[in-house]
């Protein structure tokens, strides 16, 4: 046999056993422990969500699931060692709208976004509220663009890290509005609610689950959730849309990702999991505790989610002039 004829036969050989060995492999899924990899520190809302969402897919696919926190880089060192790893299913990436932000934030990433993961699901979404100081004189989103109007460069607006999702609700806010706002930089959401309670700054916009107790004790006034249905557990704050600024919309959500080339059983039967999880009645509902609304969906679905939110906030960066690190 013609030498070059041979090669071929063999990488055709090769690639069969290898797609027999992955659908053999299939069926037998899950056989082993699961770990799903996390691009944040532990104990925050994204981490929490993941741990009771694992935890319920963990009691019915009854093999066990750990989450490892590896925070770091704008998430890209987490992503790339599930993109790296073997599309088998047993190593697991938690995506969000920060996955779509980094993927216009760096000039150079080690993976695509959109080609080396196989989107499972989304698990969740979560609201960002417009928080003013009790002492501020606007009651409503509407009252907020009017004051800054009056008096531009004077409102100060609080978010965490330049580029972070806080941030970049506001600068969309902010460009929407067409206002002039001084906008503070803070390491964390701690820090961004104190100054909004005590009044180092005049309004800030931050996830809304960490401020709920603080809102409902009254250390400062939530004029408004940035998504495009007002929250649950908040049923009289309206939405920015609704209340002043017509179109404007930035919600946060998480989902699992699998490594690109993961076997569509594999993923069918992730998915389904999933979306069983945050159906649970119970879930649900501890869940909203935290801000949170329990939400699965589609592979397709949730691509198309990641690669709307990377063209939407690829615009916001760049009318920023938010500098790629």
Same mark, same amino acid.
């Not at 969500?49 to 093999?63: F, G, H, I, P």
């Not at 073997?86 to 695509?112: E, M, Q, R």
């Given at each position: 046999m013609i030498p070059h004829k041979m090669k071929r036969l063999h990488y055709a050989l090769a #690639?069969?056993?290898? +797609?027999?060995?992955?659908?053999? %492999? #299939?069926?037998?899924?899950? %056989?082993?422990?699961?770990?799903?990899?996390?691009?944040?520190?532990?104990?925050?809302? +994204?981490?929490?969500?993941?741990?009771?969402? #694992?935890?319920? *897919?963990?009691?019915? *696919?009854?093999?066990?699931?750990i989450v490892e926190n590896r925070p770091g880089a704008g998430g890209i060192v987490a992503a790339d060692s599930v993109a790296k790893a $073997?599309?088998?299913?047993? $190593?697991?990436?938690?995506?969000?709208?920060?996955?779509?932000? %980094? +993927?216009?934030?760096?000039?150079?990433?080690?993976?695509?976004t959109l080609k080396d993961f196989a989107p499972i699901s989304t698990l969740g979404y979560f609201d960002l509220a417009v928080?003013?100081?009790?002492?501020?004189?606007?009651?409503?989103? +509407?009252?907020?663009?009017?004051? #800054?109007?009056?008096?531009? !460069?004077?409102?100060?607006? !609080?978010?965490?890290?330049? !580029?972070?999702?806080?941030?970049?609700?506001?600068?969309?806010?902010? %460009?929407m509005a067409d206002i002039d706002a001084l906008i503070v930089p803070y390491k964390g959401t701690p820090e961004v609610l104190t100054a909004t309670t005590t009044g180092e700054i005049n309004a800030a916009v931050e996830i809304l689950g960490p401020a709920l107790p603080q809102i409902k004790s009254g250390n400062f006034n939530a004029i408004a959730v940035t998504s495009s249905k007002r929250f649950v557990g908040l049923p009289n704050v309206p939405t920015v849309a609704e209340s002043g600024l017509p179109n404007y919309q930035a919600t946060s959500w998480n989902g699992l990702a699998a490594p690109a080339r993961t076997p569509q059983p594999v993923i069918d039967r992730l998915n389904k999991e999933i979306n069983a999880a945050v159906s649970s009645p119970e879930l649900k509902a501890r869940l909203l505790e935290l801000g949170i609304v329990a939400q699965g969906g589609t592979p397709d679905g949730t691509r198309n989610l990641l690669a709307g939110d990377i063209a939407k906030w690829g615009a916001v960066i760049a009318k920023a002039k938010i500098d790629k690190q």
């Open positions: #690639a069969f056993s290898l +797609a027999a060995s992955m659908s053999a %492999s #299939a069926q037998d899924y899950p %056989s082993k422990l699961i770990k799903i990899i996390v691009p944040f520190g532990a104990g925050g809302v +994204a981490d929490l969500t993941v741990r009771l969402v #694992a935890q319920k *897919m963990a009691e019915s *696919m009854k093999q066990p699931i $073997t599309p088998d299913g047993y $190593t697991l990436l938690l995506i969000s709208n920060g996955t779509a932000v %980094s +993927a216009n934030l760096f000039k150079k990433l080690p993976y695509d928080l003013v100081n009790k002492k501020l004189p606007v009651k409503t989103v +509407a009252e907020l663009i009017a004051y #800054a109007k009056a008096s531009p !460069g004077k409102l100060s607006i !609080g978010s965490i890290n330049r !580029g972070s999702t806080q941030n970049l609700a506001v600068e969309l806010f902010t %460009s």
